[in-house]
C-alpha cells in the first residue's frame, strides 16, 4: 500500500512539474519576443532621435540664414532712402542751376556743362536704384523660398514629434506588459517551488472529504461553454493541492463498458464506473461518458470518484493501483 501510495504521489508530482514546465515555456517564449521587439523599437528610437538631431541643425541654419538676408534687407532699403534723398537734392541743385541760367547767361556754357554732369549722376543715381530694386526682388524670393522651406521643416518636425509620440506610447505599453509578465512569471515559479518542497497525503475518512468539498468554492461556479467539465475538475485538483491533499483530474470515454483510467506510474488501469453507480454525498448519478471528474484515495474506504460541479462522491472500491 505504502509504495502503491509513493507511485501516485510521484505520479502527481511529474503532472504537476509537466503543467508548470509547459507554462514555464510559453512565459519564456513570449519573454524572449517582447525582448526583441523592446530591442528593434530601442533601435527605431535612436534612428529617430538621429534624424530629430539633423532636422534641428538644419533649422537653425536656416533661421541663420533668414536673419542675414533680413539684415541684406534692411541696409537696402536704407541705401535706397539715401539715394533718394540724393537724387532730391540733385534736383534741387539742378532746379538752381536753371534759375541761375536765366540770370546768368555769361555763363551759360559752363552751367550747360554742369547740367550735363548733373544730368549723367541723375542718370547713374536711377540705374542704381533699379538695380537696388532688382536685388530687393531677388532678396525677397530667397526670403519666400526660405519661408517655404522653414514651413516644411515644420511640418516633418511635427510628424516627427507625432511618430516618436507613438512609438514612446508602444514602448511604454510594452514596459507594462514586460512587466506584467514577468510578474506572473515571478509567481509561478514561486509557486513552482513551493510544489516542489510540499508533502501531500490522502483523505483520512469520507467526513474529512465532504468538509473539505463543502468549503471549496469550485463547485459555485457557473456552467458555462468556456468553463466545462474539464475546468470544474482540473480547478478543484489545483485547490486539492493548494490545501495539502492528493487527488487527479480524470477523462472518462463512453465505451462498451463504461469505465475511466487511472494512471499509476507507467501502468494503466480500466476501472469499471459499475462500481460508481450508487453515490456516497449528493444526488444520484448512475453514469459517466466524455466527461471529466476528480478521483480521490479515501483511507477508510479506498478510491472514489468525485463530480466537481455538484460534489458528489461515488465509492470505486479498494483496488491497489
Known amino acids: 500500500m505504502k509504495r502503491k501510495t509513493i507511485q501516485v504521489v510521484i505520479l502527481v508530482a511529474i503532472v504537476v512539474f509537466g503543467v508548470l514546465a509547459y507554462q514555464y515555456l510559453n512565459l519564456k517564449t513570449t519573454y524572449d519576443k517582447l525582448s526583441v521587439d523592446f530591442a528593434a523599437l530601442s533601435e527605431e528610437h535612436k534612428s529617430l532621435q538621429v534624424s530629430y538631431l539633423f532636422l534641428q541643425g538644419n533649422y537653425t541654419s536656416l533661421s541663420n540664414k533668414y536673419v542675414a538676408l533680413n539684415e541684406s534687407y534692411n541696409q537696402a532699403l536704407i541705401r535706397i532712402a539715401d539715394l533718394e534723398s540724393q537724387v532730391s537734392n540733385l534736383q534741387s541743385q539742378l532746379s538752381s542751376v536753371q534759375n541761375e541760367l536765366k540770370a546768368l547767361q ?26 537696388l530694386q532688382s536685388q530687393l526682388e531677388t532678396v525677397r524670393t530667397q526670403y519666400n523660398t526660405l519661408q517655404s522651406q522653414y514651413l516644411s521643416l515644420q ?32 509567481t509561478l515559479q514561486a509557486q513552482y517551488n513551493a510544489l516542489l518542497t510540499k508533502s501531500y497525503r490522502d483523505f483520512n475518512d469520507l467526513i474529512e ?73 449528493g444526488e444520484d448519478y448512475y453514469g459517466f461518458g466524455n466527461h471529466f471528474v476528480n478521483l480521490a484515495y479515501i483511507k477508510t474506504v479506498g478510491w472514489v470518484v468525485i463530480e466537481p460541479q455538484n460534489d458528489a462522491v461515488y465509492l470505486v472500491g479498494r483496488y491497489e493501483l
Not at 555763363?107 to 536704384?129: F, M, P
Not at 493548494?242 to 462498451?256: E, H, I, P, Q
Open 155 to 186: 511640418s516633418q518636425q511635427s510628424i516627427l514629434q507625432a511618430r516618436y509620440d507613438s512609438l514612446q506610447s508602444q514602448y511604454t505599453a510594452l514596459q507594462t506588459q514586460y512587466n506584467s509578465l514577468k510578474a506572473q512569471y515571478d
Open 209 to 281: 472529504l465532504s468538509n473539505w468539498l463543502a468549503a471549496d468554492p469550485v463547485s459555485q461556479h457557473p456552467y458555462s461553454a468556456s468553463y466545462d467539465c474539464d475546468d470544474f475538475a482540473f480547478d478543484l485538483m489545483v485547490d486539492a493541492f493548494k490545501s495539502g491533499y492528493r487527488m487527479s483530474a480524470v477523462c472518462v470515454y463512453l465505451t462498451d463498458t463504461l469505465s475511466y483510467t487511472v494512471i499509476s506510474g507507467s501502468t494503466y488501469y480500466l476501472v469499471p464506473i459499475t462500481f460508481a453507480a450508487q453515490p456516497i454525498i
Open 106 to 131: 555769361v555763363s551759360y556754357s559752363s552751367l550747360q556743362a554742369n547740367y550735363t554732369a548733373l544730368n549723367r549722376e541723375y542718370s547713374d543715381a536711377l540705374s542704381t536704384i533699379s538695380n
